[in-house]
């Protein structure tokens, strides 16, 4: 057969560099290293040897690279009297996590669950009031929630911070499960009806394994949320069961002694590696799920 | 005996009355469909059939049985829904034995069961692909076992081929009038398609706003609609009007007079008001025929050429007004024509309540 010959635009469009790309290459170069040089000093810091950061050379790579602060900020490192390192904080913190982690989402997908397929009076009277909640500045229910603790006596005990982060958590766990499975189509929870599936049922059988994605996006959202939190364990966890964060704040300010930036450094990088490490692993995962939300309405 | 009985059924939203008084007997072994425009409350009159809405006032009798307050599973009935439903994270057979697996019933059963249901919707191939692999058919098919393998005396079906092609749904459309004659249970079809209605049904209830308009066979529906609306509805092109006046034996328009020899009033007796003729463009030639009279001459607007029948049609008096007629008519546009009618064919709607004369 004979080729028969195109002229003028025919094909895939030529991809061009234009201008504008090449502000919006630039401008997310600069925000990376913006965000990266903090991070390159921590971590090069935390491998020099004291008398190696007296010298004030903050960008210079270490000579002699070492762990040994890594070592003492895990096992060693001074808070106030005590001087277990930061590995007590970090147990607490693993203590504080899992469980309040687990019972909030759980608890918040029942009721996201129940709010959109099991409409009942005054269902959206709740709804409201959580949605309220989300939105409650915490500073302002602390102290309530303080005598209510210290009244059932559960203050300043790892079932009192536990049972706290499970309440902050549920305004916002509910809301996010509740849009997700508005977002499922109303017919399929009626075909699980017609087939005789009761409330549970319905929620073990068919709607919890569709809510992986958003399953996966609350565990990013409270386990940094409550990894990261520093004011309500420090109210109401109790000496035994501070947080990381809180006891990382103790090693940092300690007074007493020499400061030893390595050391703070590497128990900083140590407090913060969960969430990087979260975010690392489900990166995928939660980009998928937010855009499935969003898409989904 | 009736398999469904619906009496006075009421539904009311917060700011919307979707039925009203709603009285509807549909008898064992019935095929009904429900047809309607969109928003006239067919999806609500099923789902309230099967339990998974709250009525406002009335009762559902399910094989004389009050099912009123009863849940959608112990009403005995199997619903197939316009998107399918199917539970997408698991297999087809799972997808078959869920509803009878959550109700406890032995495995040996549950197999036999399956078995029996995917051999009659020829789904057995496919028994181990999630509902993401199936083609569109193959999906509606599942669905249909979903409710086949409940072996109830009910069927629910709500437009459960309006999301497939033309073809397939044509092919499917047959394949459920056989399960119909097979199975040989009530079963309640929503659709709004009329092709569907007429092909499927023994008998059809038409719906406006909540209302049952005309409750007949399809033959009685296209040729005898009780009113405006039902004649307007079916047929495709719809129905063409005349506004006139019914004068002794003849129906008056303008200059216009179509003597009425031949119609069959529903009351006897004389005629004299303000009315509707109304005539199918079927029942409408071109040349002159045994028992036609002339009704107009008119100017060929459009043709539409649909291979076995061409569509011709005209401006008359500023309605549009269609004829059907065979394929190998030999027309041009813009020539004139003689158009003639059968007054035994032709309707005719009193102008007030626009009811049947
Ligand atoms: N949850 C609801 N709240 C208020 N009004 C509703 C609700 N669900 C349905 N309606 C109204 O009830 C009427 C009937 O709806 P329905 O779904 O029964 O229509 P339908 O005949 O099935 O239409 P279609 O052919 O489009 O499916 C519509 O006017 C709709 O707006
Ligand atoms: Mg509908």
Redesign the pocket.
């Known amino acids: 057969m004979e080729q028969i010959q195109l002229t003028g635009p025919h094909g895939p469009k030529p991809k061009k560099t234009t201008v504008s790309r090449l502000g919006v290459y630039a401008f997310l170069f600069s925000a990376a290293v913006f965000f990266c040089i903090p991070l390159y000093v921590m971590l090069i810091t935390s491998l020099k040897g004291m008398s190696e950061i007296r010298l004030g050379e903050l960008f210079s790579l270490p000579g002699d690279p070492s762990f040994a602060a890594w070592v003492k900020a895990w096992g060693e490192a001074c808070s106030g009297v005590e001087c277990n390192g930061i590995q007590t904080g970090f147990w607490n913190s693993v203590k504080i996590t899992i469980p309040s982690v687990a019972i909030s989402i759980i608890l918040g997908s029942i009721n996201g669950y129940a709010l959109s397929f099991w409409r009942f009076k005054g269902s959206n009277l709740l709804f409201g009031i959580l949605l309220f909640g989300a939105f409650v500045p915490f500073q302002v229910v602390i102290f309530p929630l303080i005598i209510f603790l210290r009244e059932v006596g559960l203050y300043g005990s790892l079932t009192g911070i536990i049972l706290i982060h499970t309440i902050f958590g549920m305004p916002i766990m509910t809301l996010l499960f509740r849009n997700y499975f508005s977002s499922l189509p109303d017919e399929l929870f009626k075909a699980a009806r017609v087939d005789g599936a009761n409330f549970w049922q319905i929620f073990f059988q068919i709607m919890m394994p569709l809510s992986i994605p958003v399953t996966v996006v609350a565990v990013i959202l409270q386990t940094t949320g409550i990894w990261n939190d520093y004011l309500l364990g420090l109210i109401f966890a109790g000496r035994e069961n501070l947080p990381m964060t809180v006891q990382l704040n103790n090693i940092v300010a300690t007074t007493f002694g020499v400061r030893e930036y390595n050391v703070n450094m590497a128990a900083t990088i140590l407090t913060a590696l969960v969430p990087l490490a979260i975010y690392l692993l489900s990166g995928k995962y939660f980009v998928r799920g937010i855009a499935a939300g969003a898409v989904k309405g | 005996m009736n398999s469904i009985s619906i009496k006075e059924l009421d539904l009311k939203?917060?700011?919307?009355h979707?039925l009203k008084q709603l009285n509807l007997n549909i008898k064992k072994g019935e095929f009904l469909v429900l047809l309607?425009?969109?928003?006239?409350?067919?999806?609500?009159?099923l789902n309230c059939i099967a339990g998974l809405l709250d009525i406002s006032a009335g009762q559902i009798w399910i094989n004389d049985r009050n099912v009123t307050w009863e849940e959608p599973k112990d009403r005995g009935i199997g619903m197939v829904f316009?998107s399918y439903a199917l539970y997408p994270q698991m297999t087809v057979e799972k997808n078959l034995s869920f509803g009878l697996k959550v109700k406890g019933m032995a495995k040996g059963e549950i197999r036999e069961r399956v078995d029996r249901a995917s051999k009659i919707l020829q789904i057995e191939p496919l028994l181990h692909r999630k509902p993401s692999e199936l083609s569109g058919g193959q999906r509606q098919r599942v669905a249909i076992g979903r409710a086949l393998v409940r072996d109830v005396e009910v069927f629910l079906f709500d437009?459960p081929l309006s999301n497939l092609d033309a073809k397939l749904r044509a092919d499917l459309r047959v394949e459920i009038k056989r399960l119909h004659q097979k199975l040989k249970n009530t079963m309640v079809y929503?659709t709004?398609d009329q092709v569907e209605a007429l092909t499927l049904a023994d008998r059809i209830a038409i719906?406006k706003n909540?209302e049952i308009q005309q409750l007949s066979t399809p033959a009685d529906i296209y040729h005898k609609p009780c009113n405006l609306f039902v004649a307007q509805f079916i047929g495709s092109p719809s129905m063409n009007l005349l506004e006139g006046r019914i004068v002794g034996e003849n129906f008056v328009y303008q200059d216009y007079r179509v003597n009425l020899m031949g119609y069959e009033f529903i009351n006897q007796g004389d005629h004299d008001e303000n009315a509707f003729l109304g005539i199918r463009p079927e029942h409408l030639a071109l040349e002159p025929r045994d028992g036609y009279v002339k009704l107009i001459s008119a100017k060929i607007d459009i043709l539409e050429p649909m291979g076995d029948e061409t569509i011709v049609w005209f401006d008359f008096m500023g309605r549009k007004w269609s004829v059907k007629v065979h394929g190998d008519h030999q027309l041009k546009w813009d020539e004139d024509a003689d158009i003639y009618l059968d007054p035994k064919k032709a309707h005719l709607f009193a102008k007030q309540g626009e009811v049947r004369l």
């Open positions: 939203y917060q700011d919307a979707v309607g425009s969109s928003g006239c409350g067919k999806s609500t009159l316009q437009e929503v709004h719906m909540g």
